[in-house]
């Protein structure tokens, strides 16, 4: 009822333990009070907030909730998306979206496209990369496979700032494009190197994780596409067979 910065620290760190324990009713329930109470935080805190909840409710397999959840988060920041816009669109796409949810995010695509701009005009390779990864999945989720196909690579060739969750997303997301584009066999590939750098890091228990390396929710992102991928080339590769 009274919200602190104090108390929003604590709920957000009880809930990485959780998920970092994989509970994610508990880690999914502490976040969502923490939404409730994170309004002090700057833009900043809080759109990372909601990259932490998503990745929560969809391993816990609450679709309902996640779809409350991503309605919740485009109505909370499509009127003043800042330089964070990235992040919103990426967390309300990591399931697939209906034309009503796609239209809900113009405003916020908009404003994505533009600082992945700023960013690349501005040599700051890092944060183009990052943003790169949510205008691949935007336009995949759109159904524009070949723009799709594009800001992966784009997303691949920023070699020089390395993040292995991040490079994984890209490798998916692109299997998936490639996969609708009927380049079967490149996206078999692409798929085998996500699956490769996503498989060795849960071969251990998830630690918390920094930003340049990636955090835990990251890591929880690729590995919710990397189940949608498969299932999509699977299920491709059955009705091929005779």
Same mark, same amino acid.
């Given at each position: ?105 113009? $405003? !916020? &695509? ?8 700023? /960013?690349? #005009? =501005?040599?700051? %390779? ?7 990864? $949510? !205008? &691949? ?8 496979? /070949?723009? #799709? =196909?594009?800001? %992966? ?21 692109? #299997? ?67």
């Amino acid at each position: 009822s009274q919200p602190t910065v104090e108390g929003a620290a604590v709920f957000r760190a009880v809930g990485e333990w959780h998920a970092l324990q994989g509970r994610w009713q508990q880690s999914a329930d502490r976040f969502a009070v923490l939404l409730r109470i994170d309004q002090l935080d700057g833009m900043d805190g809080s759109t990372l907030d909601y990259l932490r909840r998503g990745p929560a409710l969809v391993e816990l397999g609450d679709t309902g909730g996640y779809e409350r959840f991503r309605e919740q988060a485009i109505a909370r920041f499509s009127a003043n998306s800042g330089p964070y816009a990235d992040r919103i669109v990426k967390i309300s796409l990591l399931l697939p979206a209906g034309p009503r949810v796609i239209a809900s995010l113009n $405003p !916020l &695509a908009a404003a994505m496209a533009k600082s992945f701009a700023e /960013a690349d #005009a =501005a040599g700051d %390779g890092f944060m183009a990369a990052w943003r790169a990864v $949510p !205008l &691949a999945l935007w336009e995949y989720r759109r159904g524009n496979f /070949a723009e #799709a =196909a594009e800001w %992966g690579r784009r997303c691949l060739s920023y070699r020089d700032y390395t993040n292995a969750p991040r490079t994984a997303t890209a490798w998916i997301i692109l #299997a998936m494009c490639d996969h609708q584009l009927g380049q079967a066999d490149a996206a078999r590939t692409e798929l085998a190197q996500g699956r490769d750098i996503v498989e060795n890091k849960f071969k251990n228990r998830l630690d918390r994780g920094t930003p340049m390396q990636g955090f835990w929710f990251d890591w929880a992102f690729a590995r919710i596409l990397l189940h949608e991928t498969t299932a999509l080339l699977e299920t491709a590769s059955r009705r091929q067979s005779p």
